[in-house]
Each structure stands twice: as C-alpha cells, then as structure tokens.
C-alpha cells in the first residue's frame, strides 16, 4: 500500500508561482513512476506531469510545458510540483498519483489540493 499525502495549495494572483509537494509512505518509492493531475471546476480530470523513478525523465501536458516542473527527491520520498506564470484556467483540484513502473494504471492517489489562480 502507498500512502500519498499533498501540500502547497492555496489562492494565488495570476502570473504568481506555487510550488506542490507529495510525500509518499513507501520503501517501494524508487520502484514508482509519479504523476500529477488536476480536476477541473468543470469536472474534468486532467494529465499534468510525469516523472520516472529515476527523475530524469519527465513528461508534461502541452498546458502546462514551460510553466511547471516536476522533480523528485528519492531520499525523501517526495515529489515536488512548482507552478510559474500561474493562470486562471490553472485552477483545480490538484493529485499526486503513483503507479509501478511499467504499469498503465495509475494505482495510488493523494487526498488532493485545491490550487486557485485569480485575474
């Protein structure tokens, strides 16, 4: 079982930076592909970022390329999301999610954290 917990919301003016954090509660933590996604006030769940166990490889949804970067700190068993240049339509329900390398379901889910961004 993995436990993922985020933090670093908040209400935030467009054009402002917030960084996420997701700590995971696993000794399987190099074994885990890590993955942000959001969950629109439209209900809709999106892709935003994946790392591989390694954080050298990472991959971003076309919204968000150039604006967020993800990395993980294996020694902490963390993963960190830092959003720039934030935009209204960044607004969301942001969630950790983890999956075991190789695999096409993403298994694991944090709790969520709420990320408003204002005009």
């Known amino acids: 079982q993995v436990r993922l917990a985020e933090t670093g919301g908040g209400s935030v003016q467009a054009g402002d930076s917030l960084r996420l954090s997701c700590a995971a509660s696993t000794r399987a933590f190099l074994l885990l592909t890590m993955g942000w996604f959001r969950r629109t006030p439209e209900n809709e769940r999106e892709f935003v970022a994946a790392?591989?166990?390694?954080?050298?490889?990472?991959h971003y949804a076309d919204s968000v390329k150039g604006r967020f970067t993800f990395s993980r700190d294996n020694a902490k068993n963390s993963v960190y999301l830092q959003m720039n240049s934030l935009k209204p339509e960044d607004t969301a329900v942001y969630y950790c999610?983890?999956?075991?390398?190789?695999?096409?379901?993403?298994?694991?889910w944090g709790q969520g954290s709420q990320v408003t961004v204002s005009s």
């Open positions: 999610a983890a999956k075991v390398r190789g695999d096409v379901d993403w298994q694991y």
């Open positions: 790392i591989d166990p390694s954080g050298k490889n990472t």
